[in-house]
């Protein structure tokens, strides 16, 4: 299994970014994903999560509304649209597979996903 992260960079606020995630050595369709991300001197923060088929989509209050998750299940391809983005959405970003167990009301819970990318990174600074 292996997560490939991209996409990432400095950015000025207000601004966007498409972050990608490539996905190989499984079958990617079978399984639910989500991105996670990191930011400097705290813990790992759920952000957003789509299902396998790419047809229900959650995300953190925190990013709500700024932020759109995808996927091309064709391509093996899971995305971030990040728009509006603003000095606290400077981390590291990973995309991460949810074990099958993953629900509604466990998404978030960052135990539940077996596999991660490197992640990348994304600066928000003027």
């Known amino acids: 299994v292996q997560l490939v992260e991209s996409g990432g960079g400095m950015v000025q606020p207000g601004g966007s970014l498409r972050l990608s995630c490539a996905a190989s050595g499984f079958t990617f369709t079978r399984y639910d994903m989500s991105w996670v991300r990191q930011a400097p001197g705290k813990g790992p923060e759920w952000i957003s999560f789509?299902?396998?088929?790419?047809?229900?989509?959650y995300y953190a209050d925190s990013i709500k509304g700024r932020f759109t998750i995808a996927r091309d299940n064709a391509k093996n391809m899971l995305y971030l649209q990040l728009s509006s983005l603003k000095a606290e959405d400077t981390a590291l970003y990973y995309c991460?597979?949810?074990?099958?167990?993953?629900?509604?009301?466990?998404?978030?819970?960052?135990?539940?996903?077996?596999?991660w990318g490197q992640g990348t990174q994304v600066t928000v600074s003027s």
């Open positions: 991460a597979r949810a074990m099958p167990k993953v629900g509604k009301l466990t998404m978030s819970h960052l135990d539940d996903y077996d596999y």
């Open positions: 789509i299902n396998s088929g790419g047809g229900a989509t």
